[in-house]
């Protein structure tokens, strides 16, 4: 029997489209298409899909109980496109440990983590 594999997630919205467009300005996923009602977003592997739903509210009451996390070649880029957009943060771009993290809220008040690690921490993971 073959474990099983976490390939995408579904993320919902008030206003799905409002939320695609940040995430692909913000992030540049390697693909951004549109199927069955879905606007699916493609990081690597996994894949983001995008939708409303009736039984949601505009923001997210709870952000912190998941947090997307987005491994990047260069945080500095992607947090200076994140700034454009008129983001708040809720943890600035920051060395930790050798690294680079920061924490977005995007529209939806979900929280967007950018980490750089350092050729040390990518050895040791």
Do not use: C
């Not at 099983?4 to 919205?13: E, I, K, N, Q, V």
């Not at 409303?52 to 998941?66: F, L, T, W, Y």
């Amino acid at each position: 029997m073959t474990s099983p594999a976490l390939g995408s997630m579904l993320l919902s919205s008030t206003d799905p489209q409002r939320l695609r467009d940040w995430y692909v300005a913000a992030l540049e996923p390697q693909e951004n298409n549109e199927g069955n009602g879905y606007r699916i977003l493609t990081f690597g592997e996994f894949h983001v899909l995008i939708d409303s739903r009736a039984d949601i509210g505009d923001k997210n009451p709870e952000p912190g109980r998941v947090i997307f996390n987005f491994h990047v070649d260069d945080a500095h880029a992607v947090a200076a496109r994140v700034d454009k957009l008129g983001t708040t943060w809720l943890a600035e771009l920051e060395e930790r440990d050798g690294g680079l993290f920061a924490t977005a809220i995007d529209p939806d008040g979900n929280y967007v983590q950018i980490i750089q690690l350092s050729e040390e921490q990518k050895k040791a993971m």
